[in-house]
């Protein structure tokens, strides 16, 4: 799965924004979301898959954070889209059409 179809998910993208502010363990995202622990595995399952976020053993629990090399492509996507839609709209504001205006 890809990185956007992943955060596309309501509680995928609440726990991607939970580990944006810091690295966080599964009993504790599900302390702060309406989800069982289960779930909060699967979902993070799902975020590990599509390089989202990343764990570490921490004694009996795993830790939890977000995957800088994969946030930092997802970045890039982002960035390549929206550096598109710029030059588009550069082009039709230099140089408009009679359906532009």
Request: zero cysteines.
């Amino acid at each position: 799965m890809d990185a956007f179809t992943a955060l596309g998910d309501p509680t995928r993208r609440a726990i991607f924004e939970q580990l944006a502010e810091r690295p966080r363990a599964v009993v504790e995202l599900a302390g702060a979301l309406p989800v069982s622990r289960p779930a909060i595995s699967q979902h993070l399952k799902v975020l590990k898959q599509a390089h989202l976020v990343m764990d570490r053993p921490a004694g009996t629990r795993r830790i939890y954070r977000l995957d800088p090399d994969g946030v930092g492509a997802l970045r890039a996507d982002l960035e390549r889209y929206w550096n598109k839609a710029l030059a588009a709209y550069k082009e039709i504001v230099e140089h408009p059409t009679e359906e532009d205006r």
